[in-house]
Nanobody
Framework: QVQLVESGGGLVQAGGSLTLSCAAS????????MGWFRQAPGQEREFVAS????????YNTDSVKGRFTISRDNPKKTVYLQMNSLKPEDTAVYYCAAKIRSQDFNVWGQGTLVGVSS
């Protein structure tokens, strides 16, 4: 069974930076589309960013474009989310996800908490 394990969350002041990591156990990682989502308290989960096997990236432009960068390291089977200029509204649980033989994200990590204080 594929496992995704996120790390790197924590508490940071507004304007600060954090880098989230997601390590995958899937041996076909290099061929997968990977993504990051987040869910703030009392809100629905929202898409943050994704990266395809061709390194095509997509962002939630309204929320994070220009501040967040998604990247991947295929030999390490890891996807990253570099978050700069963090705002209090970025506070959420961040989830890593993968598309495994699916058009939709269907495998999820356990989440890592990011808190941004003003």
């Amino acid at each position: 069974q594929v496992q995704l394990v996120e790390s790197g969350g924590g508490l940071v002041q507004a304007g600060g930076s954090l880098t989230l990591s997601c390590a995958a156990s899937e041996r076909t990682f290099s061929g997968l589309t990977m993504g990051w989502f987040r869910q703030a308290p009392g809100q629905e989960r929202e898409f943050v960013a994704s990266i395809s096997w061709r390194l095509t990236t997509t962002y939630n432009t309204d929320s994070v474009k220009g501040r967040f960068t998604i990247s991947r390291d295929n030999p390490k089977k890891t996807v990253y989310l570099q978050m700069n200029s963090l705002k209090p509204e970025d506070t959420a649980v961040y989830y890593c996800a993968a598309k495994i033989r699916s058009q939709d994200f269907n495998v999820w990590g356990q989440g890592t908490l990011v808190g941004v204080s003003s």
